[in-house]
């Protein structure tokens, strides 16, 4: 919704997301793409609920021309990584804090290896970082 919403003149290329989690739960939630009112109350502005939103029964589905750019994946931080493709963006958000400085350290640096040539990695305000894994500038 935001490449669509903030980068229009990409509609014509082919913008690949891919949505990790932990939790197996999340991401058949995330793949099926439908929410109840509850959920989409949680920070879903209203115009982009009923711009990028069909209403189907008592759950909100994502449109098809968004829900067919993003993939999602199982993924363990802390565990050996699955085979990821180079990327020009991560974003990720509150994470972080939840590991001790050196597992954080470990992370990012298989971030960093992740990162295609001049990839950007945006932390959310919680995140700190400690020191800067090699791979990656400030």
């Not at 189907?56 to 493709?85: D, Q, S, Y």
């Not at 804090?97 to 050196?102: D, G, S």
Request: net charge positive.
């Amino acid at each position: 919704m935001t490449v669509s919403e903030h980068f229009p003149e990409l509609a014509a290329w082919q913008v690949r997301i891919i949505g990790t989690d932990l939790s197996g739960t999340v991401i058949k939630q995330a793949e099926r793409g439908a929410y109840t009112q509850l959920q989409v109350n949680r920070g879903m502005p209203a115009p982009l609920l009923v711009k990028y939103f069909e209403r189907k029964g008592m759950e909100f589905h994502i449109r098809p021309e968004i829900k067919r750019r993003v993939e999602f994946r199982p993924a363990n931080l802390v565990a050996p990584w699955p085979t990821m493709p180079t990327v020009d963006l991560v974003l990720m958000r509150n994470v972080l804090i939840y590991f001790q400085p050196a597992r954080a350290q470990a992370v990012l640096a298989q971030l960093a290896r992740t990162l295609g040539d001049g990839g950007l990695l945006l932390l959310g305000g919680c995140e700190v970082l400690r020191a800067v894994p090699q791979g990656l500038r400030v």
